[in-house]
């Protein structure tokens, strides 16, 4: 009876916490592109170059794709990435984040 329970219990186990880790990676990521927009919105707002700002928003979140949008008075960074889960190749996740920033009036 317990070998029994151990042969389904453990496998479980494990999806659980492959399932967490995975959950916790992409949150992180997320977090991460979400500081990268904020970042590079908040410096082009202050009127730095938009080529420098976007080197530095690639190398703060590599693999992702960054897009700026300047209206006059926003500056707004779209920051977009799609994740594959390691385990499940198949399954990808789309992320998005988004930050605007008032321009700074000199």
């Not at 494990?14 to 995975?22: D, E, F």
């Not at 949008?69 to 190749?89: E, F, K, M, Q, S």
């Not at 996740?93 to 000199?106: G, M, N, Q, S, Y």
């Given at each position: ?26 949150g ?22 938009v ?13 992702s ?27 990808t ?14």
């Open positions: 009876m317990a070998v029994l329970e151990a042969a389904i219990g453990i496998p479980i186990l494990l999806c659980i916490g492959v399932s967490m880790m995975c959950g916790i990676g992409i992180l990521t997320t977090m991460s592109m979400a500081d990268t927009a904020r970042d590079a919105a908040r410096a082009l707002a202050r009127g730095d170059v080529s420098g700002v976007l080197a530095a928003a690639t190398r703060q979140s590599p693999g794709t960054i897009d700026v949008t300047d209206d006059g008075a926003n500056v707004t960074v779209r920051v977009r990435r799609t994740v594959t889960i390691p385990l499940l190749r198949v399954v996740i789309d992320l998005d984040e988004r930050a605007t920033a008032l321009r700074e009036a000199w």
